[in-house]
């Protein structure tokens, strides 16, 4: 393998909401053969963080919405590309939201985007287990299709700082599946895109990704995302790796 590169400063960006972004979800992604890989770029929303299902529909309960009514003014593709590519910022977005429907509903624009911006999610420590053992030998850039907030998520989450990068649309201007968001992201790895490997659980995201020069996988679980891992030499095999999702690098050396 490679010397692994002194990773780029890591980009400022934040994170979309359920579904909020990127193209439709029933593309075909063609199976391909896996080949070896030097760096992992890996999705956020629907891999690693995924939003409590009725996280926007709760706000619509509880403020006595109609349904779809605050996702459908959040989710305008205007406003949404927007946020997405960095033009309105995340404070912005949520206000903006809050506008849109007060406009149309009586209701405190401040409690719509109040509550658009308290949105919960859940982080899948699987897959996290396998972006731990993957950084012992190779570099890990987070990549998501984000608004300016991705840092402070990530930080709260207590995640922020399990990637060599993290790269956010919002802070390059580019969204996926625009080749710029991709080649972004290889460069902030150090590291050439037909060396990376890129995992999103949208279609139409790793069909970008292999347009872009990746090899690009879709993300259907942590299982298969492992086997993926190790079938691109990203990832030890599983005798190597412990329960808390290092490498036991005396074994390796011993190997």
Known sequence: ?????????????????????????????????LR??????????????????????????????????VGAAAFAPERLEAAMRGGLAFDDWCAAIGEAVAAEHPVAAEAVAKGFAATSWDIDGEVLRLVDAVRVEAPVALMSNASTRLVDDL??????????????????????????????????????PERCLFVDDRPGNVIGAREAGMQGHLFTGAADLEAVL???GLLPGDDDIDDTGLVDTDELDDS
């Open 1 to 33: 393998r490679p010397e692994r590169p002194a990773p780029a400063e890591p980009a400022t960006a934040d994170i979309a909401h359920p579904r909020a972004s990127g193209p439709p979800s029933d593309v075909s992604v063609p199976d391909v053969a």
């Open 36 to 69: 070896p890989a030097d760096a992992l770029v890996i999705d956020l929303d629907g891999v690693i963080r995924h939003w409590h299902p009725d996280a926007v529909s709760r706000i619509e309960k509880g403020l006595g919405l109609p349904a779809g009514t």
């Open 155 to 192: 930080r709260s989450s207590g995640i922020a700082d399990r990637f060599d990068a993290v790269v956010g649309s919002a802070a390059i201007g580019a969204i996926k599946p625009e080749p710029a968001a991709y080649l972004a992201a290889a460069r902030h790895i150090g590291t050439p």
């Open 230 to 232: 190790q079938a691109t």
